[in-house]
Nanobody
Framework: QVQLVESGGGLVQAGGSLRLSCAAS????????MGWFRQAPGKEREFVAL???????NYADSVRGRFIISRDNAKNTVYLQMNSLKPGDTAVYYC????????????????WGQGTQVTVSS
C-alpha cells in the first residue's frame, strides 16, 4: 500500500491560485492511478480530478477548465494546480491512489493522504 502526503494548502482570495502536491512512497508510483478529492464541512467527500498511469485525466464538472492535475513519475508526486478559485472550493483536499479504480468514487481508491486545508475567501 502506498503512503501519501499532501502539501500546499492555505488561505487564498477568490480568483487566486494554489498548487497542491502529493508525495507518494511505498510502491511503484507510475503504476498507480492518482486522484484528488475534497470534503467541505457537513458534506460528503467528492471527486475532483484523476490522472491514470497513461496520463489520461478526468475532472469534476465543477472544476473543469480551472484545475489541472499532473504527475511527475521521477519525483513520485502528483499535483493539482487550482486557478480562479471560488469560495465554494473551500474544503480539505485529499490525495488518493489505486492500481485500478473502477470509477471515480472515494470507495474506488484504497490509499489516502491525511488531507490539506484550502480556504478561499470572498
Amino acid at each position: 500500500q502506498v503512503q501519501l502526503v499532501e502539501s500546499g494548502g492555505g488561505l487564498v482570495q477568490a480568483g487566486g491560485s494554489l498548487r497542491l502536491s502529493c508525495a507518494a512512497s511505498g510502491g511503484t508510483f507510475s503504476n498507480w492511478a492518482m486522484g484528488w478529492f475534497r470534503q467541505a464541512p457537513g458534506k460528503e467527500r467528492e471527486f475532483v480530478a484523476l490522472i491514470n498511469w497513461s496520463d489520461d485525466t478526468n475532472y469534476a464538472d465543477s472544476v473543469r477548465g480551472r484545475f489541472i492535475i499532473s504527475r511527475d513519475n521521477a519525483k513520485n508526486t502528483v499535483y493539482l494546480q487550482m486557478n480562479s478559485l471560488k469560495p465554494g472550493d473551500t474544503a480539505v483536499y485529499y490525495c488518493a491512489a489505486d492500481l485500478a479504480p473502477r470509477r471515480s468514487r472515494p470507495s474506488d481508491f484504497g490509499s489516502w493522504g491525511q488531507g490539506t486545508q484550502v480556504t478561499v475567501s470572498s
